[in-house]
C-alpha cells in the first residue's frame, strides 16, 4: 500500500532530537492554505525542512510528494553525523528517500527539474535509484555523483578505502550505466568526483553516447591519463575541468560542444581540439594550450568559430601570439587575458623570430578586451601590444586594465574607445 509518510530514515526532529508535531485542533493558519500556496512555500526551503513541515502536520505530508523542482542531496537530506553510519546504510536510505519522493505510475507528475547528489558505492540502491530517475517524468535531470565518503563528525574516506582502486570506481560507474540505460538516456547534466579512468580507457565516450540528452559534463579532482572524448552522436554542450589530472585531453569529435573550462587547478598535459565546430567560448590556462601557442598555425579551423575566450597563466613575451589568436578567430567578441608575474615565468612559449613579420590582422567583431596585469602600467611590452590590438581590432569599444596583486585584482583604469 502506498504510503504518504516518508522513509523512517529521513528524521524529521527539531533542535532537542524530539519529533515536532501538531494536532489538528491546534490555531495553525498556515494549514488552512491551498496546496498551491503551501507548495510556493516549501519550495523556496531545502528538501530536509519541506519533510519536517510534514512530519509536523498531516496537512502537510502530502505536499514534498508533489514539488516539481527536487534536489535531493545526500548530504542535507539524510545528514550522517555518527561514525557508526556506515556508506552502505546511508545509500540504503537515500535510495529508499529518492523512491519516495519519485513515485511509479500512476502517482508520479511532471517535474521541472530533478538533482541527485549521491556516493558511488556497490549495493542493491544503486539500482533503485537509477529505476527512480528512468520512471520520473522530469524535464531536466542532474546526477551529482561522489566517491568520498564524508561524515560530519569524522574525516573522509574514499570509496573504495584504497586510493589505488579509485579505477574499480569507474568500472562500477560503467556498470552503473549498463544496468540503468534509461536512467542515463534522460540525464541533462552530470558531475563526477575523485573518479581515476584507467589508461586506454574509452568510459566516458561510452558515457556521453548512452546520455543522449547530456549537456553539461563536470569532473573534479578526477585524474584519467587520457582524456578522450569521440562521440559524435553525443548532444554535449559544456565541459568542465576542476582541479584535474590528465596527461591529455582529446577532444576527437564532440560537434555540439560550445563550451570548454579548465580552471588554473587543473594539470593537462596537452590538449588538442578534433572536431569541434560549434565551440563559441573557451575558460582555460594558457598552459593547457602551448600545443598551439608554439604553433599558430594549428589554431584554424580548430578555434575559428570562438566568441569568448578567457586566459589565465598568460606570459607577456606570447602577447605576440594573441595576433595570431584574432586571426584564426575572426568572430571573436571578448578577450579576457590574466598574465602571470614576471617573476614566475621563465620565459615565453611562443617561438617567433625577430625577423618574423606580424601578422596583418583586421578584425571587425572584437568589442572588448581585458588585461590583468602585475604593474600593467609599467610593463612596455603588454602596452606595445595592446597598441597593435588596438589597430587592427576597428569595432573594439572597451579596454579594461586590471592591476593584479597577487589573487587580489584592482580595477585601476577603464578606457572606452568608440
Not at 613575451?317 to 579576457?336: K, V
Request: glycine share 4%.
Amino acid at each position: 500500500m502506498e504510503t504518504e509518510a516518508p522513509p523512517s530514515s529521513v528524521h524529521a526532529n527539531n533542535d532537542n532530537g524530539k519529533r515536532a508535531t501538531l494536532d489538528d485542533d491546534d490555531d495553525d493558519r498556515f494549514s488552512a492554505l491551498p496546496d498551491d500556496v503551501l507548495l510556493l512555500i516549501l519550495e523556496r526551503v531545502d528538501l530536509l525542512t519541506a519533510v519536517r513541515a510534514g512530519a509536523a502536520a498531516r496537512r502537510w505530508r502530502h505536499l514534498p510528494r508533489l514539488l516539481i523542482d527536487l534536489d535531493i542531496d545526500v548530504a542535507t537530506l539524510l545528514p550522517h553525523r555518527h561514525r557508526y553510519f556506515s556508506v552502505g546504510h546511508v545509500m540504503a536510505a537515500y535510495a529508499d528517500a529518492t523512491a519516495w519522493f519519485l513515485p511509479p505510475p500512476p502517482h508520479h507528475r511532471n517535474i521541472t527539474s530533478l538533482r541527485l547528489s549521491f556516493y558511488l558505492a556497490e549495493g542493491p540502491h544503486l539500482r533503485a535509484i537509477g529505476d527512480a530517475v528512468a520512471a520520473a517524468k522530469a524535464d531536466r535531470v542532474q546526477l551529482d555523483i561522489r566517491t568520498t565518503y564524508v561524515g560530519l563528525t569524522s574525516p573522509s574516506i574514499t570509496i573504495p578505502d584504497d586510493i589505488h582502486e579509485h579505477v574499480g570506481c569507474s568500472h562500477l560507474l560503467a556498470s552503473f550505466v549498463a544496468a540503468c540505460p534509461a536512467a542515463f538516456a534522460r540525464l541533462t547534466s552530470l558531475a563526477l568526483h575523485d573518479l581515476s579512468f584507467p589508461s586506454g580507457s574509452n568510459e566516458l565516450s561510452g558515457l556521453l553516447n548512452a546520455c543522449h540528452r547530456l549537456e553539461l559534463l563536470s569532473l573534479s579532482h578526477c585524474t584519467p591519463s587520457l582524456l578522450e572524448i569521440d562521440a559524435p552522436s553525443s548532444g554535449l554542450l559544456s565541459l568542465e575541468l576542476h582541479c584535474c589530472s590528465v596527461h591529455s585531453v582529446e577532444l576527437s569529435r564532440v560537434p555540439k560542444l560550445e563550451r570548454l573550462l579548465c580552471d588554473a587547478a587543473t594539470s593537462i598535459g596537452t590538449i588538442r581540439f578534433g572536431s569541434v565546430p560549434r565551440l563559441r567560448a573557451v575558460d582555460i590556462s594558457a598552459m593547457h594550450l602551448h600545443r598551439y601557442i608554439e604553433n599558430p598555425a594549428l589554431l584554424s579551423p580548430a578555434l575559428s568559430g570562438l566568441r569568448d575566450v578567457r586566459l589565465c597563466n598568460f606570459v607577456a613575451l606570447d602577447m605576440h601570439w594573441i595576433l595570431h589568436l584574432l586571426q584564426a578567430a575572426p568572430l571573436l567578441n571578448n578577450l579576457s587575458i590574466q598574465m602571470l608575474p614576471c617573476w614566475f615565468s621563465n620565459g615565453g612559449l611562443y617561438k617567433s623570430g625577430k625577423e618574423e613579420k606580424m601578422p596583418n590582422v583586421k578584425h571587425h567583431n572584437l568589442t572588448s578586451l581585458e588585461i590583468k596585469a602585475n604593474r600593467i602600467s609599467k610593463d612596455a611590452n603588454v602596452k606595445h601590444y595592446i597598441g597593435l590590438i588596438r589597430e587592427c581590432a576597428a569595432c573594439l569599444k572597451r579596454i579594461r586594465l586590471l592591476e593584479q596583486c597577487d589573487t587580489l585584482y584592482l580595477n585601476c583604469s577603464q578606457v572606452q574607445q568608440s
